[in-house]
């Protein structure tokens, strides 16, 4: 009966680890980290404001012009980071940023989904493998003196329409970047003019 | 025997997990490994529009993800979904920019402007992994004008605009008129599919590509630009009005 019982459990293990590892872990690890923290209030020391759409002032002002009240960014010193500055750097080609970044800090950073307000448990950003960007071990970059494709021009002419679609485009020449500091990997990138 | 077929299970266990989640960079989508680029710029859409008599609140749809080739100088091709009123526009969608040595994968966007008009800088979101097939949304649920946009998992709320959609665009653009490949080759089309918009109370598909708003290959901003669906590059097929594929016919 004994061994039985062990058996069953060890089975029962291999399912709650297949679960947590392959997608419903996500649900569950959300609602551990819920559950250890009431609300997922950015470091103290980010502090931030209020805005409209667009870009807004973060009082820290680590990433100057390109500071947004919905990514706190608060600069820290990496004890052991997998990637160095130079990486970071060419990750945000993902963007077409080239060169050097003229700010580059090593940093805490949480990013939130709502414009414009602090991040919390319900806005906090995921990156692309669903996991939130919370305290995130980052680099913080600005590029200036770039010259970035926007991603579109925005709406289509009808072929039907003999008249181009007025627009008003220019290319991005500063940017802000987010790279995790442990992958490498391009979390968030904005355009700051 | 227990014990062995408790190994084999975590041994199953680990193996799909790590292939789950093994980082999948510069995917081998590009069919086009280089194309010569032109001086001439402008954008160029393949895709479906629908114009409405009133407001609606925004667009949504399902999008596969392609790695194409982009022109190093001043290149890029990108694929969305859009809400629009005149010269107002918020989307969401994939965007692939061009660097140097060209080895990234695409990256989520948003981008959008206010009431008058004014567009704001983009922003774009994480290294797109598998699957590859990811949902779109630029929606404003209320009538108030702000906006949620969402991709894949990365939702961004809360962006007050200050106006209302009334029609919906789902397209594949380029910047260069032969240097972009078009989002897809003639094997691995990319998809569009489900795209629909919402009057509010509930989301129906889209009517692309009937008599008054006809699909379009290649359309050029400019009319007096060449057409790229006419000069053999873009191409599209559709299966339904809210349903179709896009492809660079170039690109084997």
Redesign the interface.
């Known amino acids: 009966m004994g ?1 039985k019982m062990s ?1 069953r459990l ?2 029962a293990f ?1 399912l709650v ?2 679960y947590l ?3 419903g872990g996500t649900q569950i690890r959300a609602a551990l980290m819920q559950a250890s923290s009431s609300s997922l209030q950015p470091p103290a020391e980010a502090s931030v404001q209020s805005s ?4 807004s002032v973060n009082v820290n002002a680590v990433l100057q012009e390109c500071d947004r009240a919905n990514v706190a960014v608060v600069a820290t010193s990496f004890s052991v980071s997998a990637v160095d500055r130079a990486t970071a750097e060419r990750a945000v ?4 940023a ?1 060169g050097t970044a003229a700010i580059a800090v090593p940093a805490l950073v949480t990013s939130g ?5 602090a991040p919390t448990a319900n ?1 906090i ?6 996991q939130a960007v919370l305290s995130r071990p980052a680099w913080a970059l600005v590029f200036r003196g770039q ?13 039907a ?9 220019a290319p ?1 020449t500063v940017v802000a970047a987010i790279v995790d500091a442990q ?1 490498g ?9 | 025997m227990y014990m062995r077929a408790l190994r084999l299970s975590l041994a199953a266990v680990f193996a799909v997990a790590a292939t789950l989640f093994a980082p999948s960079q510069a995917r081998a989508d590009s069919a086009c490994t280089s194309l010569p680029g032109s001086g001439i710029y402008d954008n160029w859409f393949t895709g479906g529009y629908q114009v409405f008599g009133g407001t609606i609140s925004g667009a949504r749809g399902y999008i596969r993800t392609y790695n194409p080739f982009v022109y190093y100088n001043g290149g890029s091709t990108s694929a969305w979904v859009m809400g629009v009123n005149g010269t107002r526009y918020a989307q969401a969608g994939w965007a692939k920019a061009p660097t140097n040595s060209d080895p990234y994968n695409p990256v989520f966007f948003i981008q959008y402007t206010d009431a008058t008009g004014h567009i704001y800088p983009p922003q774009w979101y994480g290294t797109i992994y598998p699957p590859n097939v990811y949902f779109y949304q630029a929606n404003s649920p209320a009538t108030n004008g702000v906006w949620t946009f969402q991709m894949g998992s990365t939702i961004v709320s809360g962006v007050g605009l200050g106006w209302l959609p009334n029609e919906v665009q789902s397209f594949g653009e380029e910047w260069n008129f032969s240097g972009d490949q078009t989002a897809g080759d003639r094997l691995t089309h990319t998809t569009f599919r489900s795209v629909q918009y919402s009057d509010f109370s509930n989301w129906w598909f889209t009517q692309f590509g009937t008599p008054s708003n006809p699909y379009q290959a290649g359309t050029p901003n400019n009319p007096s630009n060449p057409d790229r669906g006419d000069a053999g590059y873009d191409a599209l097929t559709a299966s339904s009005g809210s349903d179709f594929d896009i492809w660079d016919a170039r690109c084997p």
Do not use: N, Y
């Open positions: 061994r058996v060890a089975f291999v680890l297949a590892t392959l997608g409209s759409a667009g870009s080609g993902a963007i077409g080239k989904g709502t414009l414009g307000v806005t950003q995921k990156d692309s493998r669903g010259s970035i494709q926007r991603p579109s021009a925005g709406p289509a002419r009808h072929k329409s003999l008249q181009p679609l007025p627009r008003q485009l991005v992958t990997e391009f979390l968030m990138g904005w355009g700051c003019d």
